[in-house]
C-alpha cells in the first residue's frame, strides 16, 4: 500500500511539473512534447490508434467529421470539427438516447450571397457557430467558397458567387458571425476546386492573373477581413501540385502575402505525401490516419523532414487549440435555440429570393384564396444539398405548408397527385382547364439536387427543364390565361439553369434557391407581400449552357468513365477562359444573357441620384441617395462597378468592388448608403512582373442595380499608377 501511494505521488509529482497549455509559454510546451505527440497532434484524432484513446469524432458528437486529440499530461484537451455550410451537420439520434439532436438547416451559400447584406450572413453565423458551440463542437467546417467558375459544380449550391468581391464579403460576414459564438470556421476549399469530377486527383490548370483576380480574391479577402481560425485546402492539384503540398500556397501566399494567422487543415483525403504536406505548411491532417503519425517520426529521425517545421506547425495547432470552447470547458448543453434560429433561417431566406419575372404585377398575389399548386418541388421541396453541405433538420416546411400557413386554401385534388409520386407528374391541358377553373393562381415549383462528388449535367432534367416541365408550364399557361388567372414558377434549385427558351410564357418567376426548412414560409411571405423581394443574383444567367466560356473546358459530359490523367477535364482541367468568367465576360464581349450578374426585381420601384466620391489618399467613399419611388415598402441594393481606362492589360468591362444595401424604405423614404474601396482594389494583375497594377487615368465608377442596369456614374482620377509586387506563384 505505502509503496503503491508512493508510485501516486511521483507520477502527480512529475505531472504537475509537466508544463501546461495556457497556464505555461507555448513554447514550453512544445518544447515538453515528445516527437510522438507532436506526430499525433498534427494528424486528426479519427484514426483507431491514437495516445490519448478517446475515440473517435463520432463517438464524441455522432457523425462530426473530425477531432485533434488530446494530450492530457501537457493540458491539450481534443476539438471536434464538424460541417458544414448550411449548418451543423451530426447525427440527430444517439443510441440509447431519446432526445433528437437537430440542427437548423438554414438557406443554401448561394441563397446568403443573393442578399447581398452582409447583416443578414452574420446573424445566420451567429446562429450557426451557437448551434456548433452548443453541441460540443469546436469549428464549423465553413464557408465553402469556391467560385461559381460553371454552372454545372456540383457544389456550387455550397459556394457563393461568379463574383470574388461578393464571395469575400459575404465569407467575411460568415466567418465574423460564427466566431463571435468563440468557436472557428474553416474557410474552403483553398484553392481551384471548382468541379467535383475526379476532385481529388484532377489538376486545375489556372494562369496567375486568373488565380490571383479570381479564385483567390475571395479568399484574401476573407481572410485579411475576418482572420478564420483555420483554412482547409483541397482535394484537387492547383497547376500539377496538391494543394495540401503547396508552399508557395500555403505559407508564401496565405501567411507571409496575406497574414493569415490560424491552421491550414487538409480536406477529408487520405494519405498523401506527409512530409511535403508539413513542410508547406498544412497544420493538420484530417481525418487523420494512424501511418502518418508513423511517417512524420519516421521521416523526423531520417531527416527528410525537419523538426522546425513539426514545432512551426504544432506550435500553430496549440495556438488554435487555446481558442477553442473545449479549451475553456465550456459547458455545453446540447439544446440551442432551435426556434429562434428557424426564425433567422426564414428571415435569411426572406432577404435572398429574387424576383426573376412580375409581369403585370402578377406579384404580389392579390384576390386569391385558392392555390393550384403543381410541380413536384411544392410537395418534395428541397431545403438544401446533398453530401456535407446537408444538415439532419427537424421539419422542412414545403411550399403547400407554406401557403396554407399562410391562410390559402390548396386544391387537394392536384395535391392527392403529387404527394408521394416522387417524379414529375403530367399536367393535361384539360386537366388544367378543369383545375382552372377551380383555383385563384397557379403555382408550379421545379426542384433540382446536387451535391458533393458530382458534377451537374448540361441534359433535360438537370441544366435544362425536361419536356415534361416545359409542358406544364405551357398547359398550366395557356389553362389559366384563358380565364384571366395568372401562373407563377418558383425555382427551387441549388444552380443556375437554362431559363431563356421558356421564360416567356408564366406570369411571374420566383427564384428561391434551396431556401432553408422554413422555406415554404419564406415563399408565402414574398408571393403574399408580407416580405418585397430584395435578393440580386450572385451570378449570370446565360442564355444558353455553351455561351460560357468554361462549358468548353468543364466535364459536363462525364458519365464515369475511369480516371486519366492525360485526358481533358478529367485528369486536368484546362482554365483556357482566363478571367472571362460570369458578367466579366458576358458584358465586356457584349453578350446577351438571360438574367444578369446583380438583377432581381422589386415590388416597388427606386431611384439613384446625387453620386459623390470623396478620395482621401487611396481610400474612396462613395455616397448615393435611394428613394422608394413606388406605392409599398422595399430594400434595394446600390451596386458599384469600376471600369478602367485602357492600359497593358486587357480588362473586363466592369467589376464589382463595393456594394450597400438599404434598410426597409417606406414609399416615398430616402436613404444615402456609402460605400468604401481603396485605389489599388482597382489593380489588375500583372504576369510578366508578378505584380498588381493600378494604371494611372481616369476610371469611371457605375453605380447600378445590375451590371446591366446602371444609374450613375461618376469618374474618378489616379495620378500616379500604384504596383505592388508579389511574392507567391501558384
Ligand atoms: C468535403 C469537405 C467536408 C469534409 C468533412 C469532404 O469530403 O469536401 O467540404 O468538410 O468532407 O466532411
Known amino acids: 500500500m505505502a509503496i503503491l501511494c508512493a508510485v501516486c505521488t511521483q507520477a502527480q509529482n512529475t505531472r504537475s511539473k509537466a508544463p501546461q497549455l495556457g497556464k505555461d509559454p507555448i513554447d514550453k510546451v512544445v518544447a515538453a512534447m515528445t516527437l510522438e505527440e507532436k506526430a499525433q497532434l498534427l494528424i486528426g484524432g479519427n484514426h483507431e490508434f491514437s495516445i490519448d484513446k478517446v475515440g473517435k469524432s463520432y463517438d464524441l458528437v455522432p457523425w462530426a467529421a473530425g477531432m485533434t486529440i488530446s494530450i492530457p499530461r501537457l493540458g491539450i484537451p481534443f476539438t471536434v470539427e464538424t460541417d458544414g455550410p448550411a449548418g451543423v451537420r451530426i447525427k440527430p439520434t444517439r443510441d440509447g438516447d431519446s432526445k433528437m439532436y437537430y440542427c437548423t438547416g438554414f438557406p443554401v451559400a448561394t441563397l446568403l450571397a443573393s442578399t447581398w447584406n452582409p447583416v443578414v450572413v452574420k446573424k445566420v453565423g451567429q446562429a450557426m457557430g451557437n448551434e456548433v458551440l452548443e453541441y460540443g463542437c469546436d469549428v464549423l467546417l465553413a464557408p465553402a467558397i469556391n467560385l461559381h467558375r460553371n454552372p454545372l459544380c456540383g457544389r456550387n449550391f455550397e459556394y457563393y458567387s461568379e463574383d470574388p468581391l461578393l464571395i469575400g464579403k459575404t465569407a467575411a460576414a460568415m466567418v465574423h458571425g460564427i466566431q463571435s459564438q468563440g468557436v472557428g470556421t474553416s474557410v474552403k476549399h483553398f484553392a481551384g476546386n471548382d468541379q467535383e469530377t475526379f476532385r481529388t486527383e484532377n489538376s486545375s490548370q489556372i494562369s496567375q492573373r486568373a488565380l490571383r483576380e479570381l479564385y483567390l480574391k475571395g479568399f484574401e479577402i476573407a481572410v485579411k477581413e475576418s482572420q478564420p ?234 441544366f435544362y427543364l425536361t419536356n415534361k416541365e416545359k409542358a406544364i408550364i405551357t398547359n398550366v399557361t395557356n389553362a389559366y390565361h384563358a380565364v384571366g388567372k395568372k401562373v407563377i414558377v418558383v425555382l427551387n434549385i441549388g444552380g443556375v439553369i437554362e431559363t431563356a427558351s421558356w421564360k416567356n410564357i408564366p406570369d411571374a418567376i420566383l427564384l428561391v434557391w434551396q431556401t432553408s426548412q422554413e422555406g415554404g414560409h419564406a415563399i408565402a411571405d414574398i408571393l403574399t407581400g408580407k416580405v418585397n423581394p430584395s435578393g440580386k443574383l450572385p451570378m449570370t444567367f446565360p442564355m444558353d449552357y455553351m455561351d460560357i466560356p468554361s462549358s468548353k473546358n468543364f466535364p459536363y459530359n462525364y458519365y464515369g468513365e475511369h480516371f486519366d490523367a492525360s485526358k481533358k477535364n478529367i485528369g486536368y482541367t484546362n482554365y483556357e477562359e482566363g478571367i472571362w468568367v460570369g458578367y466579366r465576360y458576358f458584358n465586356t464581349f457584349n453578350k446577351e444573357v438571360s438574367y444578369p450578374f446583380g438583377y432581381g426585381l422589386s415590388y416597388t420601384t427606386f431611384e439613384f441620384k446625387d453620386a459623390k466620391v470623396k478620395k482621401s489618399g487611396n481610400n474612396c467613399v462613395v455616397t448615393v441617395s435611394i428613394t422608394n419611388t413606388g406605392s409599398v415598402a422595399g430594400k434595394e441594393v446600390a451596386e458599384l462597378y469600376t471600369a478602367a481606362p485602357k492600359g497593358k492589360l486587357e480588362k473586363p468591362a466592369c467589376e464589382l468592388k463595393a456594394y450597400a444595401k438599404t434598410k426597409v424604405l417606406q414609399p416615398g423614404e430616402s436613404e444615402v448608403v456609402s460605400m468604401t474601396f481603396s485605389v489599388p482594389d482597382m489593380a489588375s494583375f500583372d504576369e510578366a512582373t508578378n505584380s498588381w497594377v493600378t494604371d494611372a487615368g481616369t476610371y469611371k465608377i457605375l453605380i447600378g442595380s445590375s451590371v446591366q442596369d446602371i444609374h450613375q456614374t461618376l469618374t474618378l482620377k489616379v495620378n500616379k499608377a500604384i504596383v505592388q509586387k508579389a511574392q507567391a506563384k501558384m
Open 229 to 462: 481560425w483555420t483554412i482547409m485546402s483541397s482535394y484537387n492539384r492547383l497547376n500539377g501540385v496538391y494543394t495540401q503540398e503547396d508552399y508557395p500556397l500555403l505559407t508564401t501566399l496565405l501567411r507571409d502575402e496575406w497574414g493569415f494567422k490560424g491552421i491550414v487543415m487538409t480536406d477529408w483525403i487520405g494519405k498523401r505525401n506527409t512530409v511535403a504536406q508539413v513542410h508547406a505548411g498544412n497544420d493538420l491532417m484530417m481525418p487523420g490516419q494512424a501511418v502518418q503519425v508513423k511517417e512524420i517520426i519516421d521521416e523526423v529521425k531520417s531527416g527528410k523532414l525537419s523538426m522546425s517545421d513539426v514545432d512551426r506547425n504544432v506550435k500553430r495547432m496549440l495556438q488554435f487549440i487555446m481558442k477553442t470552447p473545449h479549451f475553456r470547458k465550456y459547458a455545453f448543453t446540447n439544446a440551442p435555440d432551435l426556434k429562434a434560429h428557424a426564425e433567422v433561417a426564414r428571415e435569411a431566406a426572406e432577404e435572398g429570393i429574387t424576383l426573376l419575372k412580375n409581369d403585370n404585377n402578377t406579384l404580389p398575389m392579390k384576390d386569391v384564396k385558392t392555390v393550384a399548386l403543381f410541380g413536384n418541388g411544392s410537395y418534395n421541396f428541397l431545403a438544401g444539398g446533398t453530401g456535407s453541405g446537408e444538415v439532419n433538420k427537424a421539419y422542412v416546411v414545403n411550399v403547400q405548408q407554406g401557403l396554407e400557413d399562410a391562410g390559402f386554401s390548396i386544391s387537394e385534388e392536384i395535391k392527392a397527385l403529387y404527394i408521394g409520386a416522387g417524379e414529375e407528374i403530367p399536367i393535361s391541358p384539360g386537366y388544367a382547364k378543369r383545375n382552372a377553373a377551380n383555383s385563384d393562381i397557379a403555382v408550379i415549383t421545379f426542384s433540382r439536387q446536387a451535391g458533393e462528388g458530382a458534377d451537374r449535367h448540361n441534359t433535360k432534367g438537370d
